[in-house]
């Protein structure tokens, strides 16, 4: 069975800083791209950043670019996102998905999703 | 605002069909990109429901379809059942923002 478990979330004050990781289990981890995709509360999805299954090739929304950067580590299964310049505006459940196959592609949905860690952003 | 739009609520009664629509423009749902469908249960992480516009994942019931056209997309679900109730959200990918974009969300209430 397909697994997803964020973890690193918390309470953080705006210009901090906070490194989101996914421990996957129950696929090759490193046949996958990856994504993670933030719900504020209350609201909507929001799709946030994506990586390829080497690493090489990340993707970012506008909103968000510039100031994290998503990775991984293949010998862990593990997906990251290192949060910096964290605004009031980035408060959400941030949860990690899996992309259909190794490169991303336009076509792209996530499934299955992780159960999602919470970032507060708050002085 | 979320780039596709959807009805903030739908609601029907067990039994029923109701439909939850997703409006896009030609630089998403227009431009020939793919439609996915996401159901969220109330304090759980969203679920696929549908993919590339029309195809059910293993294990999802036959009573929830999605159909395309246009700019358009909409999802169908006949026999509803209080288990339905729930927040459902539509996805493509936008090329004029180069990114992957949702509906801002449907919660459809079972009478």
């Known amino acids: 069975e397909v697994q997803l478990l964020e973890s690193g979330g918390g309470l953080v004050q705006p210009g901090d800083s906070l490194r989101l990781s996914c421990a996957a289990s129950?696929?090759?981890?490193?046949?996958?791209?990856m994504s993670w995709v933030r719900q504020a509360p209350g609201k909507g999805l929001e799709w946030v950043s994506s990586?390829?299954?080497?690493?090489?090739?990340?993707y970012y929304a506008d909103s968000v670019k510039g100031r994290f950067t998503i990775s991984r580590d293949n010998s862990k299964n593990t997906l990251y996102l290192q949060t910096t310049s964290l605004r009031a505006e980035d408060t959400a459940v941030y949860y990690c998905?899996?992309?259909?196959?190794?490169?991303?592609?336009?076509?792209?949905?996530?499934?299955?999703w992780g159960q999602g860690t919470l970032v507060t952003v708050s002085s | 605002q979320s780039v596709l739009t959807q009805p903030p609520s739908v609601s029907g009664a067990p039994g029923q069909r109701v439909t939850i629509s997703c409006t896009g423009s030609?630089?998403?749902?227009?431009?020939?990109?793919?439609v996915h469908w996401y159901q969220q249960l109330p304090g759980t992480a969203p679920k696929l429901l549908i993919s590339?516009?029309?195809n059910r994942p293993s294990g999802v019931p036959d009573r929830f379809s999605g159909s395309k056209s246009g700019t358009s997309a909409s999802l169908a679900i006949t026999g509803l059942q209080a288990e339905d109730e729930a927040d459902y959200y539509c996805?493509?990918?936008?090329?004029?923002?180069?990114?992957?974009?949702f509906g801002g969300g449907t919660k459809l209430t079972v009478l």
């Open positions: 998905a899996k992309n259909p196959q190794n490169i991303v592609l336009v076509t792209d949905w996530f499934d299955p």
């Open positions: 129950g696929f090759t981890f490193s046949s996958y791209a």
């Open positions: 990586i390829s299954a080497t690493g090489n090739t990340p």
């Open positions: 030609r630089s998403n749902i227009g431009a020939g990109n793919d």
């Open positions: 590339v516009n029309t």
């Open positions: 996805q493509s990918y936008d090329g004029s923002l180069s990114g992957w974009v």
